[in-house]
């Protein structure tokens, strides 16, 4: 009998949840950085690994995402470097719809312009920063995700 109480009231709660008003909740998606290419010349290092964005429910919008890395000569010598962005994609899926939106990016307080910024230096911090659009709440679950991939290469200025 008392297995029968619990389904039950499991299923009033499952149903309340489903069909109440929006509910607000706190949201820190994960951004994880890794390094896949080995360079003789130049590395790619950040100080942290994982980096979380909130999702602000007045606003409805993920707060600025700040994201410091370095770039460093591996020989210790100056380098000329171009920074590019080959792969960026951010979409949310609700209920098999796929709305896909853009993040405007900067790079050291340049907004990214999609042709690559040029650098010089020995070993260079940089800020990558995302401002995301309005993402409006939905009534259903709702994931989003995004990936941006750094490459920076040598380059003559």
Partial sequence: MRLYVFIILFGLLFANDVFS???S???NPRVVIFNDVSSDELEIRAP????YARYDTDTQTFHELTIPFDVISKKGTTVDYLMTIPIM???CNADKETVFFDVNLSID???WDGTGLRFTGINNSHKMKLNYPRIEQKNINQQCTGTIGIQVQMATL
């Fill in 21 to 23: 008003n929006v509910l």
């Fill in 89 to 91: 994609t951010s979409s």
């Fill in 48 to 51: 942290q690994k994982e980096f």
């Fill in 25 to 27: 909740k706190t949201f």
């Fill in 109 to 111: 307080d340049k907004l």
